[in-house]
């Protein structure tokens, strides 16, 4: 199975910083890597697709990027919305897997 | 507007058997995937299994397979997920989402509420 590794673990910011979460994957995946939001007590919101296309809805301050094995979700200029859970996921065969999240406080 | 409701949750002894179901409105349900992702308490996502649109193909997590079934039914819109000799490593909120691609191999766009399964002696 391809293994999806996040970093940080955790990531302390203030409104208005420019956050980037950097995900590794343990072969090549190609572009087939999707960002999730999780809130507390929340569902996950899908928040980007083929590595750097936003989401309907999704607002321009997120954006990502990479390729092959290593990925990166960047918030331009963090809002209070944001705080949250973020997790990668591969989809580039049938046995997807996420990484552990990263947490924006 | 997209919904999953789900249910089916509830405590459970080891080795016991639990069926989660979840309904589906407000998009094509035969022309999506469906997908079951579950979170154990305080941990992360995994995902457990994804059954294709017309129901023909099924995949699954190691950590379930052979244990676990999913299936759906396109007349009535929903999806389930057949739980069969849980193990108390299966304690965890089970989501439901709607496959965002065509085909099998796709990330989700829509989630459910999820429901809660707590295997427990």
């Known amino acids: 199975d391809i293994q999806m590794t996040q970093s940080p673990s955790t990531l302390s910011a203030s409104v208005g910083d420019r956050v980037t979460i950097t995900c590794r994957a343990s072969q090549g995946i190609s572009r087939w890597l999707a960002w999730y939001q999780q809130k507390p007590g929340m569902a996950p919101k899908f928040l980007i697709y083929k590595a750097s296309t936003l989401q309907s809805g999704v607002p321009s301050r997120f954006s990502g990027g990479g390729s092959g094995t290593e990925f990166t979700l960047t918030i331009s200029s963090l809002q209070p919305d944001d705080f949250a859970t973020y997790y990668c996921?591969?989809?580039?065969?049938?046995?997807?897997?996420f990484g552990q999240g990263t947490r924006v406080e | 507007e997209v919904q999953l409701l789900q249910s089916g949750g509830g405590l459970v002894q080891p080795g016991g058997s639990l069926r989660l179901s979840c309904a589906a409105s407000g998009f094509t349900f035969s022309a999506s995937a469906m997908i079951w992702v579950r979170q154990a308490p305080g941990k992360g996502l995994e995902w457990v299994a994804t059954?294709?649109?017309?129901?023909?193909?099924?995949h699954y997590a190691d950590s379930v397979k052979g244990r676990f079934t999913v299936a759906r039914d396109n007349s009535r819109d929903t999806v389930s997920l057949q739980m069969n000799s849980l193990r108390v490593e299966d304690t965890a909120l089970y989501y439901c989402?709607?496959?965002?691609?065509?085909?099998?191999?796709?990330?989700?766009?829509?989630w459910g509420p999820g429901t809660l399964v707590t295997v427990s002696s």
């Open positions: 996921q591969h989809y580039n065969n049938f046995y997807v897997t």
């Open positions: 989402a709607k496959g965002f691609l065509l085909g099998v191999v796709t990330p989700a766009d829509y």
């Open positions: 059954v294709s649109p017309n129901g023909d193909i099924a």
